[in-house]
């Protein structure tokens, strides 16, 4: 079964610096994987999306990275800036059991203006 | 171009009775998906919906059912409702079943809270 950890579950950091935020997938067996910020009560907005054969992707200050072999991603913010704050999620599509996508727990990021 | 909508935003049920909530794709797409949000298992995959045909389904009990219509909304209806059944029910729309390509656009959800 497809297991997705996302470590740590809260990170507060200044506004200004660049940060990186982790996701980890025990099954490399993937279609692809996406990054989604989920502001609160609010649903998800797809932030990137990195296929399979991809080994990163970027959208303006975000630089999302995909290494299949170790089951690991990260997603990369510039210059932070208080309007990132949220919950930023993982989710990874594969093709193993009858889901689509399997998502982490999820990063609650806050920047301190 | 609209967003994936959901109806009602907020809803409040007692246990045992039933509910049906309600999602419209963006334009143009044609599959659905719906999960399941608590903070405690996070989000859950519920069902998956192309064409009007349910291509895949979660672990979840049979009281939560779906379906799609040939405009492409989607309903899912819980029966006998549980407290446990209190959570953020979110709606996905993506252009094609292809999984290896396809963006999730997601909807604000529908807040159940279960008395």
């Known amino acids: 079964k497809q297991e997705v950890t996302q470590i740590p579950a809260a990170l507060s950091v200044p506004e200004g610096e660049n940060l990186v935020l982790n996701c980890s997938f025990t099954d490399s067996a993937i279609y692809n994987l996406q990054w989604f910020r989920q502001d609160p009560g609010k649903g998800l907005t797809s932030l990137l999306l990195i296929q399979s054969s991809q080994r990163e992707q970027t959208s303006g200050r975000l630089n999302a990275s995909l290494d299949k072999s170790s089951g690991r991603s990260t997603l990369y913010i510039a210059a932070s800036q208080p309007g990132d704050s949220a919950t930023y999620l993982c989710a990874v599509g594969y093709n193993f059991g009858n889901e689509k996508l399997t998502f982490g727990t999820g990063t609650r990021l806050t920047i301190i203006p | 171009k609209a967003g994936v909508t959901q109806t009602p935003r907020y809803l409040i049920k007692t246990r045992g009775q039933q509910v049906t909530l309600s999602c419209s794709p963006i334009?143009?797409?044609?599959?659905v998906s719906w999960y399941q949000q608590t903070p405690g298992q996070g989000l859950q995959f519920l069902f998956e919906y192309f064409s009007e045909t349910q291509r895949n389904k979660g672990n979840f009990p049979g009281r939560f059912s779906g379906r799609q219509f040939s405009n492409s909304r989607s309903e899912m209806n819980v029966s006998t409702l549980e407290l446990g059944d209190s959570a953020l029910y979110l709606c996905?729309?993506?252009?094609?079943?292809?999984?290896?390509?396809?963006?999730?656009?997601f909807g604000p959800g529908t807040r159940l809270t279960v008395l």
């Open positions: 334009s143009g797409h044609r599959s």
């Open positions: 996905a729309s993506s252009l094609t079943d292809r999984l290896s390509t396809d963006t999730q656009y």
